[in-house]
Every structure is written in C-alpha cells, then in structure tokens.
T-cell receptor
Framework: NAGVTQTPKFRVLKTGQSMTLLCAQDMNHEYMYWYRQDPGMGLRLIHYSVGEGTTAKGEVPDGYNVSRLKKQNFLLGLESAAPSQTSVYFC?????????????????FGPGTRLTVL | RKEVEQDPGPFNVPEGATVAFNCTYSNSASQSFFWYRQDCRKEPKLLMSVYSSGNEDGRFTAQLNRASQYISLLIRDSKLSDSATYLCVVTIASGGYQKVTFGTGTKLQVIP
C-alpha cells in the first residue's frame, strides 16, 4: 500500500517548456487535489477532482490543466512553463466528501514535486 | 484579512517546555478545523482534528474558540522530534464541496 505517489520528484524546466506531473493513489479515494506551496503563501489549491472523469478549478488554476481519466490517477499539466510556476507541488487524495456541517475526510498527501522554471 | 492566519514563528523552545500556537480564521461560518504537521521538505500529515469541546492526544491538546474565531494547539513536554511546521486547516461548505484553506504554518524548533 504505497498511499499517494508523485512523479517526478524533481524537475528543472526552461520557460516555455511543457510537462506533466503524475499523481497516483491506491486507497480507492474519490477525491484528488493538486496544490502548490510557496514560501509565505501556504498551500494553495490549483485544481481538484471529485471522481473519475471530473475536474474543477481551485484557487490558482491559471497556467495549469488537469485530467482524471482513471480513478487512481490525477495528472497536472503545464503547457508553457513560466518562472512564476517555480514551486513545490503536492497531490492529495481523500474519501468521498459530504457537503454540510462537520463533514471532512483526511487528505493524504504525496511526497511532492520540486519544480524549477528557469 | 487572510482567511486563515498563523504566526510564522519560529518558536524556539527547550526540550520539556510547553508551547502553544494560535490560528485565527475570518469566516464565522467555518465548520471544521484541523492541525497538520509538516516536516522540512516533506508532505503535510494530519496531526489532529479540533472539536468544539476540545480534544487531547497524548502531549497534544487542541481547542476551538468560535466566539473569538481561533483554534489553538498546545504541546506539553516538547521533544526534539516535535520540531516541524504546524499548519492550521479550516473548512467551509462551498457549493456542495468543503473548501479547505491551509494556514501558512508556524515553525517550531525544539532545542536540546
């Protein structure tokens, strides 16, 4: 049981290059998320998915696209990387989430991808 | 005003000391509250949930004050292994989804 895994762990891109970050989870979670973490900014939600074939925008979606073709995988794409996208990217997953007061399921995070855009 | 605010620290405390962190939130409709722990260059991991009545897990005690809109984390008998960044997490229902907001974290350094 690997939990949440992310590939690659590190990557250096030049401005304008594209890449895809892969997140995989083996906990049969419905919900998956992509965050970025920058110094002094905390974790910010980029995109999320509530199930296979569905995606939605988070707080900072510009410059990123996502896909959830399989329940266990959530891909984050950068079509044309910019230096402002230099960050640590975390993927997370959780069980079904219920709307309404007091409902929450723990988010399990992957180890992160450190991306530098030159 | 930020949705969730934390003192970034660092809090430098000797082993065995008691240390407390607060986290304030701006939206009174916030529903669930948590503390996550993040070690240097690692992913965040859930430390504990924060319940209205307060809750304790070993040396850790979490409390919620809805009237003043803050949550707290108390660590007793600090260990070197407690050195980490502690993230406050607040959720609120938004369009059928629980919007989750992370604080920027409070750094704790326990000194021998």
């Amino acid at each position: 049981n690997a939990g949440v895994t992310q590939t690659p762990k590190f990557r250096v891109l030049k401005t304008g290059q594209s890449m895809t970050l892969l997140c995989a989870q083996d906990m049969n979670h419905e919900y998956m998320y992509w965050y970025r973490q920058d110094p002094g900014m905390g974790l910010r939600l980029i995109h999320y998915s509530v199930g296979e074939g569905t995606t939605a925008k988070g707080e900072v979606p510009d410059g990123y696209n996502v896909s959830r073709l399989k329940k266990q995988n959530f891909l984050l794409g950068l079509e044309s990387a910019a230096p402002s996208q230099t960050s640590v990217y975390f993927c997370a997953s959780s069980h079904d989430r219920l709307a309404g007061a007091g409902s929450y399921n723990e988010q399990f995070f992957g180890p992160g991808t450190r991306l530098t855009v030159l | 005003r930020k949705e969730v605010e934390q003192d970034p620290g660092p809090f430098n405390v000797p082993e065995g000391a008691t240390v407390a962190f607060n986290c304030t939130y701006s939206n009174s409709a916030s529903q669930s509250f948590f503390w996550y722990r993040q070690d240097c260059r690692k992913e965040p991991k859930l430390l504990m949930s924060v319940y209205s009545s307060g809750n304790e897990d070993g040396r850790f005690t979490a409390q919620l004050n809805r009237a003043s809109q803050y949550i707290s984390l108390l660590i007793r008998d600090s260990k070197l292994s407690d050195s980490a960044t502690y993230l406050c997490v607040v959720t609120i229902a938004s369009g059928g989804y629980q919007k989750v907001t992370f604080g920027t974290g409070t750094k704790l350094q326990v000194i021998p």
